[in-house]
């Protein structure tokens, strides 16, 4: 299976201040077809997990402009440029491109 | 707007069969390029992607749960089911149904709410 590991695996943050989330794959995510299947999801405490992001950069229908992400080979990395403080929660990366598909383990993002 | 319900017994045996279904509303089971997935989340641990089936595909399993599980659907009653056999307490956690795909973006990402199910004598 592909190991999708996250840093730091928790993060306080001054609200209005930037996040950073980061996410390594044990190998490529690049797929047959050229496009690069890495998913970024939001959990909130009680809820079940959203979307935010699809194939590495592109955001999904609703999810605000602070939110962006970007990759450096087989690193990959969620942005906040202002945290909010609806962004409490569990950060998760996924890869989409090798079945199983797999989760990172995980980044609680709280406020300080 | 496509909308999933998970159902079930919230408590089951050990050595028995966990049984769930995911309700679908607001679309069709039949139609689409996309998968119907079970996703599972221990209690405060991460996610864990059980398995996925569409229509015009054979079903993929998690090789660490293949043979213990199957997914199948009924067209009919607009449901896809889960079956996951000799469980322990190691198979306790949120149980999440989803439609999607690998994050194409052609396909909307949802979830159900997630039921609980937890192994126990």
């Known amino acids: 299976d592909v190991v999708m590991t996250q840093s730091p695996l928790s993060l306080s943050v001054t609200l209005g201040q930037p996040a950073s989330i980061s996410c390594g794959s044990s190998?490529?995510?690049?797929?047959?077809?050229?496009?690069?299947?890495l998913n970024w999801f939001h959990q909130r405490p009680g809820q079940s997990p959203r979307r935010l992001i699809y194939?590495?950069?592109i955001r999904d229908s609703g999810v605000p402009g602070r939110f962006s992400g970007s990759r450096s080979g087989t690193d990959f990395t969620l942005r906040i440029s202002r945290v909010e403080a609806e962004d409490v929660g569990v950060y998760y990366c996924?890869?989409?491109?090798?079945?199983?598909?797999?989760f990172g383990q995980g980044t609680k993002v709280e406020i300080k | 707007q496509v909308q999933l319900q998970e159902s079930g017994p919230g408590l089951v045996k050990p050595s028995q069969t966990l049984s769930l279904t995911c309700s679908v509303s607001?679309?069709?089971?039949?139609?689409?390029?996309?998968?119907w997935s079970w996703i599972r989340q221990p209690a405060g641990k991460g996610l864990e992607w059980i398995g996925r089936?569409?229509?015009?595909?054979?079903?993929d399993y998690n090789p660490s749960l293949k043979s213990r599980v199957s997914i199948s659907a009924d067209t009919s009653s607009h449901q896809f089911s889960l079956k996951l056999n000799s469980v322990t307490a190691a198979d306790t956690a949120v149980y999440y149904c989803?439609?999607?795909?690998?994050?194409?973006?052609?396909?909307?990402?949802?979830w159900g709410q997630g039921i609980l199910v937890t192994v126990s004598s």
């Open positions: 194939k590495v950069s």
């Open positions: 190998q490529s995510l690049v797929y047959r077809d050229g496009d690069t299947y």
């Open positions: 996924m890869q989409g491109t090798h079945w199983p598909w797999t």
């Open positions: 089936m569409s229509i015009s595909e054979a079903s």
């Open positions: 607001g679309g069709s089971l039949s139609v689409g390029n996309f998968y």
């Open positions: 989803a439609k999607g795909d690998s994050g194409s973006g052609e396909v909307e990402d949802i």
